[in-house]
């Protein structure tokens, strides 16, 4: 298996096909808005994903559940408008398209028209395979998400890992191939044993994108106020934060509001 790296100007649905068949790892990071996202892009990361996450770090809910269609779209139309070669992925909001594949059709239209996104992301397998269909059959490209899905918490009662029992996972991997051969083009697995997510990279063709789910997997996802360190009550295992941005963040802060008070700002050299 080669491991060449490709550049790519403009990362397709293929582009991550492309990067599985060339042992090349997929990166996916969040965005909510257009300055992080001109960021994100700038630094070649593959995928951004418009994650309803938002809901948690730009909204401050406990869950991702209250997060409605509008604001969706509202932050995946921010990113879009910052994105030179990113694939842009944008989670369908629970209660959108679960139960009624007609809604669920017409709420992936209206990401896909009022935003500009690229693809949607739905959590589950068997249980919303009709309107996985129907969404694919208008030609939209769909992402899954199995294993934690976290607009089912209320239904787990907890956050801790999933299908370590083998009834769990043999669903899970079902669910995958159900969702490859209905004709997904990635799948995020997230808080599984590694063994497990491994195997699932292994019997698709289609990129597996972990988080929480090992190295065996095609590519990895994270939140980015989790990588950056701006988020702080939230630590898992997966996690690696790359800076401590909420003290960095804190301290510059806290010297302008000492600068202001003792005068220093602004000097002579920042007047007109």
């Known amino acids: 298996m080669s491991t060449t790296k490709k550049e790519y100007k403009r990362v397709t649905v293929k582009s991550l096909v492309d ?36 809901s948690n770090v730009m909204a401050g809910h406990e869950t991702t559940l209250p997060i409605t ?9 921010s990113v879009i408008r910052a994105v030179n070669r990113a694939l842009v992925v944008v989670d369908i909001p629970f209660g959108s398209y679960q139960s ?47 294993g934690l899905t976290p607009q089912s918490i209320y239904k787990f009662g907890t956050y801790t890992v999933r299908a370590k029992e ?27 044993p590694a063994k497990l997510a491994k195997e699932v990279a292994e019997s698709v063709s289609i990129p597996i994108i972990g988080i929480g789910a090992g190295n065996g997997v095609d590519g990895q996802v994270l939140v980015i106020h989790d990588l950056l360190g701006i988020t702080q009550e939230f630590n898992p295992r997966f996690l690696r934060r790359y800076l401590n941005l ?5 301290n510059a802060i806290s010297k302008y509001v000492d600068d ?10 920042e007047q007109y």
Do not use: W
């Open 19 to 54: 990067m599985k068949k060339n042992g090349e790892k997929i990166s996916m990071l969040t965005a909510y808005d257009y300055s992080m996202a001109k960021i994100v892009d700038a630094a070649n990361v593959d995928v951004i994903l418009v994650g309803d996450s938002a």
């Open 69 to 77: 269609l509008d604001q969706m779209i509202y932050h995946a139309s």
């Open 100 to 146: 009624d594949p007609k809604e669920a059709l017409r709420s992936a239209i209206r990401i896909m028209k009022e935003s500009g996104a690229h693809a949607v992301k739905v959590e589950g397998g068997q249980e919303i395979k009709e309107s996985v269909k129907r969404i694919l059959n208008a030609g939209i490209p769909v992402m899954g998400h199995l």
């Open 166 to 192: 083998e009834e769990e996972a043999h669903k899970l991997i079902e669910d995958a191939k159900l969702l490859e051969k209905m004709g997904c083009f990635a799948i995020v697995l997230e808080k599984i």
């Open 246 to 250: 909420y003290e960095e963040m804190g």
């Open 260 to 269: 202001v008070k003792t005068r220093d700002f602004p000097s002579d050299e």
